[in-house]
């Protein structure tokens, strides 16, 4: 049973690029999150996607953009990325209104 | 002031020793605790969800307290494999948002 999957595993960006992370859940989950977690801090939620809709939504201004797909796979877009953007983005997936979620390992993302 | 908030550590303790780590959160609305362990430069992993009755598994001990706000974690028995930092976490909202505290490293040393 294949758990969460995300890639790529790095990334190096310059400012003003935009990036796009991917994320497929774990086998029988339908909800997908996006954390940031810059370091040393803990993650900081994006947002959450079930049933192709934004549900909830974190501090994170518009330039975060994502999408699930009928698969539940989900994307996390960065638009004009800044310097502050460098950070592990964590995947996480659930079902339904369970309350335990499950992390993938991360992308890395540098902007320099 | 942060949702929720941990000494940062570092908790630097020989093996066999007993570590507490306490966290206190600021929404009173809030739902479900857990911590959840993590690795240098990988991704959280859940340790146990934590309850009012106080929960046990193997060497580690969770407590919750709604009235102060408080959440607690007890490891006995310390092993080097423990050495990691450990994130107090919990959710709100009909979603299950989670709210992370910046977590607790913990360095365990022969």
């Known amino acids: 049973d294949a758990g969460v999957t995300q890639s790529p595993t790095h990334l190096i960006k310059t400012r003003g690029q935009q990036v796009t992370l991917r994320c497929s859940p774990k086998s029988g989950h339908d909800t997908v999150s996006w954390y940031q977690q810059a370091l040393g801090q803990g993650p900081q939620f994006i947002f959450q996607?079930?049933?192709?809709?934004?549900?909830q939504r974190g501090n994170f201004p518009d330039r975060f953009s994502g999408h699930q797909f009928p698969n539940y796979s989900s994307e996390l877009n960065v638009n004009a990325l800044l310097l502050g953007d460098s950070a592990l983005y964590l995947c996480?997936?659930?079902?339904?209104?369970?309350?335990?979620?499950?992390f993938g390992a991360g992308t890395r993302l540098s902007v320099l | 002031r942060k949702e929720v908030e941990q000494d940062p550590g570092p908790f630097n303790v020989p093996e066999g020793a007993t570590v507490a780590f306490n966290c206190t959160y600021s929404?009173?609305?809030?739902?479900?605790f857990f911590w959840y362990r993590q690795d240098c430069r990988k991704e959280p992993k859940l340790l146990m969800s934590?309850?009012?009755s106080g929960n046990e598994d193997g060497r580690f001990t969770a407590q919750l307290n709604r009235a102060s706000q408080y959440i607690s974690l007890l490891i006995r028995d310390s092993k080097l494999s423990d050495s990691a930092t450990y994130l107090c976490v919990v959710s709100s909202g009909g979603y299950n948002k989670l709210i992370f505290g910046a977590g607790t490293r913990l360095a365990v040393h022969p």
């Open positions: 996480a997936s659930t079902q339904g209104w369970q309350n335990i979620q499950y």
């Open positions: 929404n009173s609305a809030s739902q479900s």
């Open positions: 996607y079930y049933e192709e809709e934004e549900r």
């Open positions: 934590v309850y009012s």
